[in-house]
């Protein structure tokens, strides 16, 4: 889904916390990143970035944090 004030051109992010591994998050780059913890965190969090924007990239762990 590809929100109208969204440019074609951005990709949501999916990541690992460093500070926290198994908390993972989707950024879109305009809301407060969504936060999946718990057991299944990181497919879930795919599965977020997958149904809300299409397109995404995730970013190899240890590399961002908030």
């Known amino acids: 889904m590809l929100h109208d004030y969204r440019e074609a051109t951005d990709r949501a992010k999916v990541f690992e916390d460093r500070r926290h591994p198994g908390n993972w998050y989707v950024d879109d780059g305009y809301n407060a ?3 999946f913890s718990g057991p299944h965190a ?3 969090a795919l599965d977020y970035a997958r149904v809300m924007f299409g397109e995404f990239d995730e970013i190899q762990s ?3 944090t908030l």
């Open 42 to 44: 990181h497919i879930r």
């Open 33 to 35: 990143p969504s936060l």
């Open 62 to 64: 240890g590399v961002a």
